[in-house]
């Protein structure tokens, strides 16, 4: 597979860098002695008038590509896996072959980000198309009311109802971390079966609690499985596909696993395995390896399963971690700077991949700027469905399916809502513009600058030198917030 860490992707020449097509051909004029202009003129006219007659079509194709039959649809979202922590990605401590034969198979998305540093509100965004505070979820859902910080807003149709509205069955395995309690459960937010647990964590992979309530559900129904999570996820995935093997309807399935979330707890076969292979790992990297590995055998074994039942040639496979990974429990975040919970590229910019068999080439790979709340119409595309309600991402489907899409001149916000017991309630946000990316990464920090062509790993602050971008990147920002306010987080 290619290798993926973010250094070695290929970043844009000078000339390309946060300019329109049009800004650079003017660029490149300003630059050049005048008898050169005269035949690049020339050549220039020549050029327009070729791609003016291709213009309409390929327009349309970019915008429109056709999808024949509905496909199924698998979405695999794991919990705080970090940008590097797979063998593909270049990590040399865990190996991650069902993971990185996804990654040959299908697209990799070097510069996708999870809409927020921390669970629900990249959940929120996935499955409405928007800005997580825009939708009432500007932090973590938890089950403590005092440091909750989000209510998905009832009356937003989510992604499961618009496909299920389509034609589409639609599951939930695994977890949710959108709500507890009425209106906001899966049966009643558009999934016609779930399978899994309402919360946001679980204290012990084995007994599925949090705080000692068990939020562990088979639709409405307390259940009380027996197993290790992610054991019990991959069963559960596997059973939905088998069970679905002869249905012509097709199915979107989001399959959620927990792990590598803390409490990091691997079964103990895979943690004694990892440490005979002398690796030299200490403990807690040891156990988080453990976790992952076992992850990807989940993962493994799920898409053997899609190819025994002949189900693989029509289904869509998406993988996605939620956000970053978590440092305190030695997470790889490839050399990116921070890691959950920060606003720093390591606990936003995510791995990602997407396989569609005679659709997505295998092994190709863009830098579009991409963010999960880009699934959302991307989904909906390849679903066929209309979506007749705001939203903010836009569909990947072009470049999924290799026909150059639009360029993406974009803005792409982020905030992340914490506090309670010893903390205020807090905001801090972060803004990118082209490879411009105005951040605080604390309520009680000052912003700084970044041009993350220069300085992936976010070194140098560049605040004071370009007053003029950081103004204008402020601007944005809050013409965001301001729009966001208006939005309320919790029941009325
Ligand atoms: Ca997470």
Same mark, same amino acid.
């Given at each position: ?6 250094l ?5 020449s ?11 051909q003017?660029?490149i004029?300003?630059?050049l002695?005048?008898r050169? #202009?005269?035949v690049?003129?020339?050549?220039? %006219?020549? &050029?327009q008038? +070729?791609?003016?007659?291709?213009g309409?079509s ?11 039959s509905?496909p199924?649809?698998?979405l ?14 270049g990590?040399?401590?865990?190996r991650?072959?069902?993971?990185? $034969?996804?990654v040959?198979?299908g ?7 999870a ?9 929120? $965004? ?13 932090g973590v ?15 937003i ?5 618009? %496909? ?9 395995i ?5 709500g507890?309690?009425?209106?906001n459960?899966?049966?009643e937010?558009?999934f016609?079966? &779930?399978h899994g647990? =309402?919360?946001g ?9 949090r ?21 019990l996820f ?5 059973d ?5 093997k002869?249905?012509?309807?097709p199915? &979107?399935?989001l399959?959620s ?13 895979v943690l004694?395995?990892v440490?005979?292979?002398g ?8 156990? %988080?390896?453990?976790? #992952?590995e ?5 993962i ?10 002949q ?6 496979v ?6 970053g990974g ?5 997470a790889?975040?490839g050399?990116l700077?921070g890691?959950?919970r920060d =606003? ?10 997407a ?6 080439r295998?092994?190709?790979?863009? @830098?579009?700027?991409?963010?999960m ?16 309600q705001?939203?903010d ?6 470049t ?8 993406l001149?974009?803005?792409?916000? +982020? ?6 017991r010893?903390?205020e309630?807090?905001?801090?946000? $972060?803004?990118?513009?082209?490879? +411009? ?6 309520p009680?920090e ?6 993350l ?14 007053p003029?971008? @950081? ?6 920002? @809050? ?12 029941p009325?």
């Open positions: 597979m290619p290798q993926i860490n973010v070695t992707v290929r970043e844009p000078p000339v390309e860098k946060g300019r329109t097509f049009q800004e650079q003017n660029f004029l300003k630059n002695p005048m050169r #202009i005269l690049l003129g020339l050549l220039f %006219l020549i &050029f008038v +070729w791609t003016d007659l291709l309409a390929q327009e349309k194709s970019s915008q429109e590509v056709e999808v024949l509905p199924n649809i698998l695999i979202m794991v919990d705080d896996l970090g940008y590097g922590d797979l063998s593909g990605a990590a040399q401590d865990l991650t072959p069902a993971i990185d $034969a996804l040959k198979l697209i990799w998305f070097s510069q996708f980000y809409n927020s540093p921390v669970s629900s509100p990249t959940r929120a $965004a996935l499955l409405t198309g928007r800005y997580p505070d825009l939708v009432g979820v500007p859902i938890r089950t403590e009311s005092e440091r909750s910080w989000g209510y998905l807003v009832p009356e149709s989510l992604l499961p109802e618009l %496909l299920q509205n389509t034609g589409y069955h639609t599951a939930l695994g977890k949710w971390h959108l507890l309690e009425s209106p459960t899966p049966t937010r558009g016609q079966f &779930f647990f =309402l919360a964590m679980m204290d012990d992979y084995y007994n599925h609690y705080r000692g309530v068990n939020y562990m559900r088979l639709n409405t129904r307390t259940i009380e499985p027996i197993g290790h999570a992610t054991d991959t069963q559960w995935a596997i939905y596909l088998n069970n679905r002869d249905i012509k309807q199915f &979107f399935l399959l696993y927990n792990a590598p979330h803390t409490p990091i707890q691997p079964p103990s076969l004694e395995r440490k005979q292979r690796d030299k790992l200490n403990e807690d990297r040891a156990k %988080l390896v453990a976790l #992952i076992h992850l990807d055998e989940g493994g074994r799920v898409i053997k399963v899609l190819g025994d039942n189900q693989e040639g029509n289904t869509v998406i993988f996605v971690s939620d956000n978590d440092l305190r429990v030695g790889n975040c050399l700077r890691g959950k =606003l720093y590229e390591g606990g936003i910019r995510v791995p990602m991949a396989v569609w068999p005679g659709k997505i295998p092994g190709s790979s863009s @830098r579009q700027l991409a963010m709340m880009d699934l959302f119409p991307t989904i909906c595309a390849i679903a066929g469905v209309k979506i007749a705001d939203f991402g836009v569909s990947l489907l072009g999924l399916v290799g026909q150059m899409a639009p360029p001149e974009r803005e792409l916000f +982020w905030m992340r809502r914490e506090g309670g010893r903390h309630g807090q905001d801090y946000y $972060a803004v990118r513009r082209g490879y +411009w990316k105005l951040m605080q990464n604390s009680f000052r912003y700084k600058l970044f041009n062509r220069d300085d992936p790993l976010e070194e140098h602050d560049l605040a004071n030198q370009e003029r971008v @950081r103004a204008s990147l402020s601007q944005a920002l @809050r013409r965001q917030i301001q729009k966001a306010g208006a939005i309320p987080w919790q009325r």
